[in-house]
């Protein structure tokens, strides 16, 4: 929305307030706002001329836009993932940060590694384990695999 003063001159209207912007002025999606109006649409912080993402009509900071629509936030750092990923038991990882969540050795995607409490395990940690977990935790992941293959069917 943009007011004429009559002259050759626009004044841009806040999408916010409805009033003349007369400061610092941000067009983006389709519309002008006030700096501090222009916001993220999830933590509704100020973008204040940081970078931000469109979507649907939407406005979010770079950690919301890859959380919400992408999903690739590491586990441990809680910074978006840039490059190569780690993902396993429905989260993701940066390269660096997957490790044994008991040991914290460092894996790659060569290394073999165990799910323990929905976390990595390296195979010498899990070769640590009592028997008897140890078969209770496979029983379990055959379950766990037998009721998605059913659920597949």
Known sequence: MVLSTGRS????????YRRPIEERVV???GKA???EHFVCAKCERPFFGTRHY??????????HYHQ????NICFVCNNVVTGDVFSAFNKSWCV?????????R??????KFFEFDLKPVCRVCHEKFPGELKKRL????????????????
Request: with cysteine.
């Open 138 to 153: 496979k029983k379990y992941h055959e379950e766990v695999s037998k009721r998605q293959i059913m659920s597949n069917s």
């Open 68 to 71: 919400l629509l992408f999903g």
């Open 106 to 111: 460092k894996m790659s995607h060569k290394t």
């Open 9 to 16: 001159c626009l004044i841009p209207v806040s999408i916010y």
């Open 33 to 35: 706002w006030h700096v």
């Open 54 to 63: 469109e979507k649907k009509g939407l406005a979010y900071c770079e950690t």
């Open 27 to 29: 067009h983006a999606l």
């Open 96 to 104: 660096g940060h997957f490790a044994c969540s008991i040991c914290d």
